[in-house]
């Protein structure tokens, strides 16, 4: 199994007063994640701080981009994406569970918050 792996993405909300930088985040955040998942492996994985506080905006707005892939994604949850909404809030527009496993014949892989 190939895993391609990435953490600390730390996707940000744009305040109002700064809304002239946009165009570049979503530049550079949407060509990171295309290159991430034009990445030949079985399983995409961020490893924690997928936002930069977990708000709803933030979240929302970075699995648009994640959901235009329909890759299998695996979004291990970090401190900084829990700062904005509760756990259970989070999870929700995420569609992510908090905890699970994936077993095969050579390995388990564990995913904890």
Do not use: W
């Amino acid at each position: 199994m190939k895993i391609a792996v990435f953490g600390d993405l730390h996707y940000p909300t744009i305040k109002e007063s700064y809304n002239e930088i946009e165009p570049e985040r979503s530049i550079f955040f949407s060509g990171y994640l295309e290159s991430f998942f034009n990445l030949e492996v079985d399983l995409y994985v961020s490893i924690g701080d997928l936002t930069n506080y977990g708000v709803e905006d933030e979240l929302k707005e970075i699995y648009d981009i994640i959901h235009k892939f329909n890759k299998p994604f695996i979004h291990v949850i970090g401190n900084h994406d829990c700062y904005g909404l509760p756990k259970s809030e989070m999870l929700k527009i995420t569609n992510q569970k908090r905890y699970h496993a994936i077993h095969n014949e050579d390995a388990s892989l564990i995913f904890l918050d």
